[in-house]
T-cell receptor, first 111, second 113 residues
Framework: GENVEQHPSTLSVQEGDSAVIKCTYS??????FPWYKQELGKGPQLIID?????GEKKDQRIAVTLNKTAKHFSLHITETQPEDSAVYFC??????????FGKGTRLSVIA | NAGVTQTPKFRVLKTGQSMTLLCAQD?????MYWYRQDPGMGLRLIHY???????AKGEVPDGYNVSRLKKQNFLLGLESAAPSQTSVYFC????????????FGPGTRLTVT
């Protein structure tokens, strides 16, 4: 089955700097790659996703890139703000199989 | 529109006791999921359902049972709780089809002593 590895497990950045979180997946049939943000005491919430026919997608300060050949995808957050502090999860899915999540990255934005 | 709700929010059980966690969604979603979240382990899928009356096993199904008698509800049962089942449990729902976005509930924190 699918296996998703996520790095780093923790990340601290200064406010205004960029943050990058990377994930790799094992199943070449996977074609959907979402990123979820989990704030303290809440359930995860989708912030951006990308499908395998697209190499990059942007939404304001966040972007996701996908390299299907290398089987990795990344989340980029620019101009980080304190409210970006949270746990971020990547995930991968292919066909009729359920989403498989990475282990998460705890991002701290230091003011 | 409440989205996905979970009952209860907190629970403490003794080893061997049983309980049922209730998940309800008011978005008419076909798909529903139960996950557990443990420190450093991410979100692991316990069971899921692709429609009323259907259930399927996820990555970590042992020790849990589920039922989806009504489209809007997905129940997770622990027949004989063990300390290893201490975790935060999240329910999620999704439209299905080509829309894969999952909407998560607020979670249930379960402690088994």
């Amino acid at each position: 089955g699918e296996n998703v590895e996520q790095h780093p497990s923790t990340l601290s950045v200064q406010e205004g700097d960029s943050a990058v979180i990377k994930c790799t997946y094992s199943d070449s049939a996977s074609n959907y790659f979402p990123w979820y943000k989990q704030e303290l005491g809440k359930g995860p919430q989708l912030i951006i996703d990308i499908r395998s026919n697209v190499g990059e997608k942007k939404d304001q300060r966040i972007a996701v890139t996908l390299n299907k050949t290398a089987k990795h995808f990344s989340l980029h957050i620019t101009e980080t703000q304190p409210e970006d502090s949270a746990v971020y999860f990547c995930a991968a899915k292919g066909g009729n199989t359920p989403l498989v999540f990475g282990k998460g990255t705890r991002l701290s934005v230091i003011a | 529109n409440a989205g996905v709700t979970q009952t209860p929010k907190f629970r403490v059980l003794k080893t061997g006791q049983s309980m049922t966690l209730l998940c309800a969604q008011d978005m008419n979603h076909e798909y529903m999921y139960w996950y557990r979240q443990d420190p450093g382990m991410g979100l692991r899928l316990i069971h899921y359902s692709v429609g009323e009356g259907t259930t399927a096993k996820g990555e970590v199904p042992d020790g849990y049972n589920v039922s989806r008698l009504k489209k809007q509800n997905f129940l997770l049962g622990l027949e004989s709780a063990a300390p290893s089942q201490t975790s935060v449990y999240f329910c999620a729902s999704a439209t299905g089809g080509t829309s894969y976005e999952q909407y998560f509930g607020p979670g249930t924190r379960l402690t088994v002593t």
